[in-house]
């Protein structure tokens, strides 16, 4: 999936016309979504940019989780990206030194809560980062070092359960501090910053 690389056919062309792309950076504190409730008082992606009519997140991110989100308004566009067939990769900053058993049973896959109902996580990727990723301040502290030592990995998954990597940290004993996206496919969130928006010419 290489938006800006994929030569459109002709009915591709004609469908480029109509249909509109964008990824933005989800800041912190935002709700994946255009229109709002009325007891969620939270900023909304709407707020972020001019967008055109019929806007749909693709996917979401939770309100304090941040990163890159795709935008489109193809409903075929969005079904294809939220396939199982798309990585999507994330870094998370965690509360304690990860181990390389915890990171082990990440991969192979972890009961966790969905609904009610016990559901086991398919296996991923996950690597420990051997030191923070180069990203913009989260605009709110995460928490005081004099609480302890924090650590940071990547886990590339192809589901997305409500808010699953989150769960799936606390199952092996490592909270989950702040979660950042930073690929989905092969849109990477790059030098994005927080709130900033960008037009891709086509996705799937």
């Known amino acids: 999936m290489t938006p800006d690389s994929i030569e459109p056919t002709q009915d591709e062309s004609q469908e480029s016309t109509t249909d509109q792309h964008f990824m933005i950076f989800k800041p ?7 229109v709002g409730e009325r007891r969620k008082r939270k900023p909304l992606l709407g707020e972020l940019a001019d967008f055109p009519a019929g806007i749909m997140a693709i996917g979401r991110l939770d309100h304090d989780s941040e990163g890159l989100l795709l935008l489109t308004t193809d409903g075929k566009t969005s079904h294809a990206v939220r396939s199982k067939s798309i990585e999507k990769e994330y870094y998370l900053q965690l509360n304690g030194e990860i181990t390389e058993q915890a990171i082990l049973s990440l991969c192979e896959g972890v009961e966790i809560g969905i609904k009610g109902e016990k559901y086991r996580t398919l296996p991923c990727k996950a690597r420990r980062l051997d030191q923070a990723p ?5 605009g709110r502290k995460i928490r005081d070092e004099r609480h302890g030592p924090t650590s940071w ?30 690929r989905i496919g092969d849109i990477h969130l790059g030098g994005l910053q927080p709130g900033e928006v960008r037009p891709l010419a086509v996705l799937g």
Request: charged share 20%; hydrophobic share 45%; no cysteine.
């Open 153 to 182: 990995l990547a886990i590339t998954i192809t589901e997305g359960k409500n808010r699953q990597l989150r769960k799936m940290t606390a199952a092996v004993g490592f909270a989950t501090l702040r979660l950042v996206r930073v």
């Open 28 to 34: 912190y504190g935002y709700l994946s979504q255009f």
């Open 134 to 138: 180069d990203l913009p301040p989260r």
